[in-house]
């Protein structure tokens, strides 16, 4: 018997031991800091030193990202990495945030991470005495019956002061009368109820009214107060009031329960008899208008049934004040408090609203770069109000929790090209873990923006273009077009034409138009002096940081018969394309008596050339070959023959619409012998001119190639120097057949050299300092001359 009562002392302490031991692990886990603000002290009021009452240095605050963890959306205080102090950031207000309750308290969770540490803290918010007591209404009327009886109660409207606390409603008080006093019941939460007493039986022939004045006053340093008056009017019936079955009435009902839900039954009785006996049910005259609304009283029977739309995200529990009134010619009645509890149920989607949104996303954003915030909120409670969010879409955006509860963001999760897809509609899912579950959607519209990433682009590389040669002014003679996959500006493309800092610049005598990029021409062009060239065009966009794509632009110039044929032989002293012939009379046919010899500038059908009689003394003596321009004795000559004969010579090209130009030929008949000593003096002659001649032309070839080969020295040096005003060079004329002589003109600083040899054609002399649009041919001068050879 002692050894078994020593055990059970033994285990006692042993369980006494093991709660402080729990207690105190407990203390440990949730021990945290307490802080006491007023309300309605300034923003950025200090609340405490956070970090010194935890005992962190300032270093550790952000080294370990000290912060304030499931915050609202707009935080009342907010903490300083810095110095780890709390700071008030917006007005506090006590009734706002905790109505009516005793004690005001916030409830914050700091984080440290790297280890992660929670520490919790509470503040309280001390109440202002910033309101006055105010009554529902600023006169109130009661009718008592005479035969009332002295500690007859009558149930007053109380006073509502929002302050809490002490400063809220402390007593009442009642103007001196002789028949009632004031009696106040407390009701909890502060709450009291003030009821007027009957203290002395009322004498209608006395008094039929009777007039007080009500005060309400709270307890604040000074006090402040409210009135309302009391008219009491004095009645003469029944004594009886109906009494409840029960002290409390109490019932749960289901949010959403259907119109006609039975909710409570409440019972009353009456000791009088008959009429005064029978008992009408009725909501208190005071009851809230919102709730008579929810509600309904079976006048008769006293079940109180739903009426309206019942929801626990409104209200979670109601008041209802019941009044049971007998049917005596002066009624008497008895109020009671029905309090009915709401259970919640899913009944609420969650609500999605977009806080932060950018309107547009460069498409070189990288990943994970925040689109917009998101806040999502369910009114339920419980697991019917916690939500999960995704994106229905497969698009590269992501939804990343925040760390503050019910936020989220929309981030990058690939990367973006405005030029693949410019435009996004997302639909945003937020659904709760209800039975059954509930959701909602969202639709956002994300615009990607242009980043200039795209250089333009030719519609054509190489351009190859064929221009008429005497091409007009006015008119574009060709177009090169680039499109750029950007937008806007970053898409605006301009047109220029770089000069080539090497100096060839060969045939560049264009504008070009940078907007559209057509191309207009300086000059006219001669195709006998330039065929082809060949230039760059530069496209450039008009981004920040622009970009361009050059194309090469091959043009060739197309011959016109703009060139009427020139008589080389024969021409006279004075220009003219005269000659006088001699031949013997009496040669035989077929004896050439000269040959007509002419050129044409333009080339192809342009430039070959027909010759025919235009004129004849007599047809049957001569003959001209079409093709040669020989002309030919068709047969002997006779006496009866005349000894001068004119010979027209129509020179014709080939063109669309030919040109041409005639040659006068006089032939003369002589004897053989003047014919023989005629051409022995000729031949002499040209033995002398043809001797001279060859003596001349050495002596013209010589000092050309001496003065060529200066300018060549003088232009190398000046090409070196980069005082070079001018560049020449020269296009080889493929088509002509080598059998013409021709002079021909150049030009290098000052000095003008001149090059006699077979027909070629100058290039192009270009001015430097052009701008970037144009280039500019100047005057081009060129001498020809005709080298004579008798065949």
């Not at 079976?298 to 008041?319: C, H, L, M, Q, W």
Request: with cysteine; aromatic share 8%.
């Amino acid at each position: 018997m002692e050894q078994s009562g020593r055990q059970l002392w033994i285990e006692r302490w042993r369980c006494v031991a093991y709660m402080v031991a729990l207690v105190t692990l407990w203390s440990d886990a949730s021990a945290q800091i307490r802080y006491s603000i007023s309300e309605e002290v300034k923003d950025g009021s200090v609340v405490g030193n956070i970090a010194k009452d935890l005992g962190i240095d300032k270093a550790t605050l952000k080294d370990r990202e000290y912060r304030i963890v499931g915050s609202s959306a707009e935080p009342f205080f907010h903490l300083n990495n810095d110095d780890g102090i709390l700071y008030v950031s917006r007005k506090v207000d006590r009734e706002e945030i905790c109505e009516r309750s005793n004690a005001c308290i916030i409830n914050l969770k700091t984080v440290l991470e790297n280890p992660l540490e929670i520490h919790y803290v509470t503040i309280e918010v001390m109440d202002v005495n910033d309101h006055s007591p105010v009554f529902p209404e600023k006169e109130k009327r009661l009718e008592i019956f005479e035969s009332k009886s002295p500690g007859a109660r009558f149930q007053l409207q109380p006073a509502r002061d929002p302050d809490g606390g002490q400063f809220s409603v402390q007593q009442y008080k009642l103007s001196h009368n002789d028949h009632f006093r004031l009696e106040v019941k407390e009701r909890g939460e502060d709450r009291k109820m003030p009821f007027l007493i009957l203290q002395k039986q009322l004498d209608r022939e006395a008094m039929r009214e009777h007039k007080l004045l009500l005060t309400a006053v709270d307890g604040g340093r000074p006090v402040r107060s409210g009135t309302t008056e009391i008219l009491i009017e004095v009645l003469d019936v029944n004594d009886n009031s109906p009494v409840f079955t029960k002290h409390v009435y109490s019932a749960v009902l289901n949010e959403n329960a259907v119109p006609g839900t039975l909710v409570i039954q409440v019972n009353a009785t009456d000791l009088d008899e008959g009429a005064n006996s029978e008992i009408v049910y009725s909501f208190g005259k005071e009851m809230d208008i919102h709730v008579q609304k929810l509600f309904n009283i079976d006048p008769r029977t006293g079940e109180i049934k739903v009426a309206g739309i019942i929801d626990f995200e409104e209200n979670e529990s109601y008041e209802i004040d019941i009044q049971a009134s007998d049917k005596g010619t002066i009624p008497l009645s008895t109020d009671k408090t029905v309090i009915i509890k709401v259970i919640d149920l899913n009944d609420n989607s969650p609500e999605i609203e977009v806080t932060s949104f950018s309107k547009s996303v460069p498409e070189d954003s990288r990943i994970g770069t925040t689109v917009a915030l998101i806040s999502v909120n369910d009114l339920d409670s419980g697991a019917n109000g916690k939500v999960s969010c995704y994106i229905r879409e497969d698009v590269p955006f992501a939804i990343s929790p925040s760390l503050q509860d019910n936020m989220y963001a929309i981030v990058t999760k690939s990367q973006l090209d405005r030029e693949e897809k410019s435009f996004y509609e997302l639909t945003i899912v937020a659904k709760d873990t209800g039975e059954p579950s509930l959701s909602s959607e969202k639709t956002v519209s994300v615009v990607v923006s242009d980043v200039n990433d795209n250089r333009p682009q030719f519609s054509l590389s190489p351009y190859t273009f064929y221009i008429t040669e005497n091409n007009g002014l006015t008119a574009p003679v060709f177009s090169v077009r680039a499109t750029d996959l950007d937008d806007s500006d970053n898409a605006h493309i301009s047109y220029h034409i770089p000069r080539d800092s090497s100096g060839d610049s060969t045939g560049l005598f264009l504008n070009i138009n940078s907007e559209n990029g057509d191309i207009l021409a300086l000059i006219s062009f001669d195709f006998e002096t330039l065929k082809t060239f060949q230039f760059q065009v530069v496209a450039t966009d008009s981004g920040t940081l622009s970009l361009s794509s050059n194309v090469t632009v091959n043009v060739f110039i197309l011959d016109q018969n703009d060139n009427a044929p020139v008589i080389l032989y024969p021409v006279s002293s004075n220009g003219s394309a005269e000659g006088v012939e001699e031949i013997p009379r009496n040669v035989n046919a077929g004896h050439l008596v000269t040959k007509v010899r002419a050129y044409d500038a333009d080339i192809g059908y342009n430039g070959w050339l027909l010759f025919s009689l235009q004129q004849v003394t007599d047809h049957s003596l001569f003959g001209l070959d079409r093709y040669t321009g020989q002309i030919r004795t068709l047969r002997s000559f006779t006496e009866t023959d005349e000894a001068e004969h004119k010979l027209v010579i129509l020179v014709k090209d080939n063109g669309n619409v030919s040109l041409s130009a005639t040659a006068t030929v006089i032939v003369k008949l002589v004897e053989p012998k003047e014919a023989f000593a005629a051409s022995d003096v000729k031949s002499a002659a040209k033995n002398d001119e043809g001797g001279d001649v060859t003596f001349y032309l050495m002596i013209t070839l010589g000092s050309v190639s001496v003065l060529f080969l200066i300018s060549i020295v003088v232009l190398i040096a000046m090409q070196c120097s980069k005082t070079t005003d001018y560049t020449s060079k020269y296009l080889q004329d493929t088509n002509y057949d080598g059998t013409l002589c021709h002079s021909i003109q150049y030009r290098s600083g000052d000095k003008r050299y001149m090059l006699v040899g077979p027909r070629m054609s100058i290039g192009s002399t270009i001015v430097p300092g052009s701008h970037a649009n144009t280039l500019v041919l100047p005057d081009r001068r060129r001498a020809s001359g005709e080298v004579r050879k008798l065949l």
